[in-house]
């Protein structure tokens, strides 16, 4: 069973940065892993994915601020956000996504950690 434990969100203020964590038990190198957020009466979003290889992918409102790795050996992915924005303020969660085949996917998510980002 996949368990993501997110860490490192809280109140920063506009231009500032911040670091998120995820730490995961259950994965497996090959799986692909992300960063969503979601503010109140908005669907998810997507914010940066990390493929196996380290192939990235990020949300045309984050690129060039948010970096997003991953330490295969310790399971672990982070977002590193700078210059943050007061829209980027929501609840950021981690998330795992695995497609053994090109029948099967399955998603597996954190419980969330708020960022705020006050002007």
């Known amino acids: 069973q996949v368990q993501l434990v997110e860490s490192g969100g809280g109140l920063v203020q506009a231009g500032g940065s911040l670091r998120l964590s995820c730490a995961a038990s259950g994965t497996f190198g090959r799986d692909r892993m992300g960063w969503y957020r979601q503010t109140p009466g908005k669907q998810r979003e997507l914010v940066a994915t990390?493929?196996?290889?380290?192939?990235?992918n990020y949300a045309d409102s984050v690129r060039g601020r948010f970096t997003i790795s991953r330490d295969n050996v310790k399971n672990t992915c982070d977002l590193q956000m700078n210059s943050l924005k007061p829209e980027d303020t929501a609840v950021y969660y981690c998330?795992?996504?695995?497609?053994?085949?090109?029948?099967?996917?399955?998603?597996?998510w954190g419980q969330g950690t708020q960022v705020t980002v006050s002007s």
């Open positions: 998330n795992v996504y695995r497609a053994p085949n090109v029948e099967t996917s399955t998603n597996f």
């Open positions: 990390i493929s196996s290889r380290g192939t990235t």
